[in-house]
């Protein structure tokens, strides 16, 4: 399987943006279909924004959508998650997940067998 880290998170204002960027070691993550998910508190995790093998294909929660964008580069073997108007609740632990497949654009957490060991996002009011 491949290994996934994630780096990028932080304390910000509501309204700031971050960028997280998730890196992957041990296999080319050309063969993966992508996604990003964030678990808060008490929560369970849910489903952020996914994005197909080659890019091509972008998929987001309606609570993201029109403020988050995934990304990926391959050759660089690492996703990305730009998170602009931020919210406070957007506070979560957010991790980036790998399916290996080239197939569907999942959005369950089951569908996704890699998992990166989450990195912080607090959002002040």
């Known amino acids: 399987q491949v290994q996934l880290v994630e780096s990028g998170g932080g304390l910000v204002q509501a309204g700031g943006s971050l960028r997280l960027s998730c890196a992957a070691s041990g296999r080319t993550l050309s063969s993966y279909t992508m996604g990003w998910f964030r678990q808060a508190p008490g929560k369970e995790r849910e489903f952020v924004a996914g994005i197909s093998w080659n890019g091509g294909s972008t998929y987001y929660a309606g609570s993201v959508k029109g403020r988050f964008t995934i990304s990926r580069d391959n050759p660089k073997n690492t996703v990305y998650l730009q998170m602009n108007s931020l919210k406070s609740e957007d506070t979560a632990v957010y991790y980036c997940?790998?399916?290996?497949?080239?197939?569907?654009?999942?959005?369950?957490?089951?569908?996704?067998?890699?998992w990166g060991q989450g990195t912080q996002v607090t959002v002040s009011s």
């Open positions: 997940a790998g399916a290996e497949s080239r197939l569907g654009l999942p959005s369950i957490p089951d569908r996704f067998g890699s």
